[in-house]
């Protein structure tokens, strides 16, 4: 993935997804839920598939209306949760990154810009965004990525 690529990501699921299992090394939290016909909405979501089975099940309703059931993989909010963008900045200075977070205005705009630099190197890792979150993800993806390819 290049720079340019994730500076296009916008925040949500996919970002969220690349953050998890590419930054944190975290695994989706699993679930099942009963989904519409062509899956573009869900009806209910369990714990357990067994449960969702059963309720489908139950609801003649549901079975007359297509409705399966399958997994759903979440994970948490990185890009749009300033708690859960702030666990991959601490994951980070763990691993001996220097971060600067920095929120800037000037006449025309507000915008974040997070820089993140390895310990004894000097490339800097930047991105800028709207939200701190959301440039607190672009710039840990940047700099895992950027550094695999290395």
Do not use: F
Not at 26 to 35: F, T
Not at 46 to 56: I, K, N, P, V
Not at 83 to 95: F, G, I, M, S
Request: proline residues 2%.
């Amino acid at each position: 993935m290049t720079r340019d690529e994730i500076m296009k990501l916008e925040a949500g699921r996919e970002l969220d997804a690349l953050i998890a299992e590419k930054v944190m090394g975290n695994d989706p939290l699993i679930s099942w839920a009963i989904y519409n016909k062509d899956k573009t909405a869900y009806y209910d979501v369990l714990e357990r598939r067994q449960d969702a089975s059963d309720q489908l099940a139950k609801s003649r309703s549901l079975r007359d209306h297509g409705a399966t059931v399958d997994m759903l993989k979440t994970y948490k909010p990185y890009s749009t949760d300033i708690a859960d963008a702030w666990q991959v900045v601490e994951y980070l200075e763990k691993r001996d990154i220097l971060i600067d977070i920095v929120r800037i205005s000037d006449r025309d705009s507000l915008y974040w810009l997070v820089r993140l630099r390895l310990i004894g190197y000097n490339t800097a890792y930047v991105a800028r965004a709207e939200t701190a979150p959301l440039a607190i993800c672009k710039a840990a993806l940047m700099v895992v990525t950027m550094e695999e390819t290395k």
